[in-house]
């Protein structure tokens, strides 16, 4: 029997991808702007050294910078969508190249800008403050001005500001093999069909009930990043390598505080996760055991941990039937959310299905001038892809909302902000099916066992990567080498360390911190953390305070990029400066646990 491969691009139907034409109509148009936008980043040189003389000049400043900016985003969104769509389409690529080398050079001609700001005397920078004219600036102008102990003078920003390309090659290559270049292989799924293994479907062969298949699955897959551990090693090691640089030129005490700097969190954030966390360990240890029992197994191996634990469930969910469970779903959060949402959804904002070359895992993304549109890799069989739609659902209404409420200046929300939106969706999921299988036990256990894993993954795990990502950037600052041996060694004590002796820990585990894609942006995981925990105290308050605690949450979907995300929260109604959301995430974690063995064990 011939294997099921995955499709090439060309052949997936024009209704399941996404529709770029807000963006441009044709390629043609893209080239002839860019054109224009290459031709027009040589006017910055017209208000080089003139920000100081006049609130007007400052004005005029700031809004071509920020106009021209606005128009080289849509630029680089089509370019990125596009080369995401298969990367391994050359013509796109190259398009993708010179959007990014186009930033590039935009950066270092508005290098000045933030030097020239900080120079300006307090005393007339305050009066240009108190300028109506200036108002819509303010709070960009006080970011700029944040960063004064770390801003250089003009000729090494310029200098700092044509480094990004290059040091983005570690990112680059790592992107090139693991989308492109690295194959899987096929697999027999048991029910007669050789299936190509991929990045889109390697969870839901985890989930698979024979336990031949998962293992199969697993080692295959580790396999063929052993293959290439040398040099997958030498690019994160180079990556942290360029954060390091970053953080020594710019005055930070370390990477991540310079990483932190920008969204003005406190490294005590990320300290009390990580402590928070560990020390609340034993409720997970506890599950584990739990699901080596309900699995039967003498140990429970890497393979053996996203099977659900009851069988027998049908969790197939088309596309078209994940979006009407999603806007089901949601549906506390009023019209105001769910019309536009399911209108963006069945209409073009959505590329759906995989496709050869197509990027790996998913994400929403979009600009000023665009829908936010959103790269899945749906799969029917996988309940995570229902999880994964409206997990993404949630940043593209993010979007929404913060493109509607607030100007170009101030639209931009932070990652931290920004993962507290898309795990508040999957909490609302997850309680709507909780209450639509109410009357089936066997769906009660696999649902709450579904939460209980997400709340791992999304917590606990990307906590373990938010410590590793600690650890590696600590030794490349106290000049400690990162070489192969070093990375896996570092990360199995880890493994060890979050999940104690429930799991055994297999070599080609250690293999998986040379995988995650995340790590290429340095202490971004730790947000996923940070936002489920958030997260959980505002889904709990939605869904027994009513319509005012509705408005507040969609309130702060409106913030944009108006304040930092701590003060965002904050007017929410959650203060992540403390440790309280993560140790309330982690009883929400131990309760769920609870529920689960009770359920299990009335079957």
Not at 105 to 130: G, N
Not at 391 to 402: K, N
Not at 468 to 483: G, M
Request: charged share 25%; net charge negative.
């Amino acid at each position: 029997m011939k294997p099921k491969t995955v499709p090439d691009r060309k052949d997936v139907p024009a209704a399941d991808r996404w529709d770029l034409t807000p963006l441009f109509r044709s390629d043609a148009d893209w080239e002839a702007f860019y054109i224009e936008l290459d031709r027009d980043i040589a006017t910055y040189d017209a208000f080089r050294g003139t920000l100081h003389r006049s609130v007007d000049q400052l004005r005029q400043g700031l809004e071509f910078h920020l106009r021209l900016t606005r128009r080289i985003e849509r630029l680089y969104t089509y370019a990125h969508l596009k080369s995401d769509e298969d990367k391994a389409d050359q013509f796109y690529m190259g398009c993708y190249q010179k959007a990014v080398g186009l930033l590039t050079r935009a950066s270092e001609r508005s290098s000045f800008i933030p030097p020239e700001v900080q120079s300006i005397s307090d005393r007339t920078l305050h009066r240009f403050l108190q300028d109506p004219s200036v108002k819509e600036f303010c709070f960009y102008i006080e970011k700029i001005l944040r960063y004064k102990p770390h801003t250089l003078d003009e000729k090494t920003e310029s200098i700092l500001a044509m480094s990004r390309d290059a040091t983005r090659a570690c990112s680059e290559i790592f992107g090139q093999l693991d989308t492109v270049d690295m194959t899987f292989g096929t697999i027999a799924d048991g029910a007669g069909n050789e299936v190509e293994l991929s990045h889109g479907n390697f969870i839901t062969f985890l989930m698979h009930p024979n336990r031949e298949i998962r293992k199969t699955a697993f080692y295959q897959y580790y396999r063929a990043y052993g293959e290439h551990k040398h040099t997958l090693a030498a690019t994160l090691a180079y990556s942290v390598k360029a954060d390091h640089f970053y953080s020594r030129v710019r005055n930070f005490a370390s990477c991540r505080a310079g990483a932190l700097f920008e969204d003005d969190v406190s490294e005590t954030v990320y300290d009390n996760l990580i402590q928070t966390v560990k020390t609340n360990l034993g409720p997970l240890f506890t599950y584990l055991h739990f699901r080596k029992r309900c699995l039967g197994l003498d140990a429970l191996q890497p393979y053996d941990i996203y099977v659900p634990v009851i069988q027998g469930i049908d969790s197939e969910t088309s596309y078209d039937t994940g979006v009407q469970t999603c806007i089901e779903a949601l549906s506390p959060l009023g019209k105001a959310y769910t019309r536009p949402l399911e209108q963006g959804l069945r209409g073009g904002w959505v590329d759906r299905y995989e496709n050869r070359g197509k990027r790996s895992g998913a994400y929403s993304s979009g600009c000023f001038d665009s829908p936010p549109y959103i790269l899945l890799n749906y799969q029917d069989r996988n309940l995570d892809s229902l999880y994964t739609l409206i997990h993404e659902a949630g940043h593209s209404m993010h979007s929404y909302f913060s493109i509607q409420s607030q100007p170009y200046v101030d639209h931009q929300y932070t990652i931290f902000a920004a993962e507290v939106a898309s795990t508040f969706n999957e909490i609302l999921l997850t309680r709507h099916l909780l209450d639509r299988y109410a009357g089936s036990p066997r769906m009660t256990v696999y649902i709450l066992n579904r939460e209980i894993d997400n709340i791992r993954a999304t917590l606990i795990r990307q906590t373990m990567f938010a410590e590793f990502e600690l650890i590696v950037h600590r030794r490349v600052e106290k000049n400690q080498p990162l070489t192969l041996e070093n990375l896996t060694r570092l990360y199995r004590n880890l493994l060890k360390a979050y999940f104690g002796d429930a799991v055994k820990i297999d070599p080609a585990l250690e293999l998986e911190c040379l995988r995650i894609p995340h790590f290429y942006r340095s202490f971004y995981v730790y947000q996923y953390a940070t936002g489920v925990s958030a997260a959980i105290a505002l889904a709990d308050r939605v869904l027994t305070e009513g319509d005012g605690a509705r408005d507040t949450y969609l309130n702060f979907l409106t913030l944009g990029g108006s304040k930092f995300p701590i003060d965002e929260l904050l007017q929410a109604g959650v203060d992540m400066r403390t440790p309280e959301p993560v140790e309330r995430a982690m009883a929400y974690f131990e309760r769920l646990t609870s529920r689960l063995m009770d359920a299990y064990g009335r079957l």
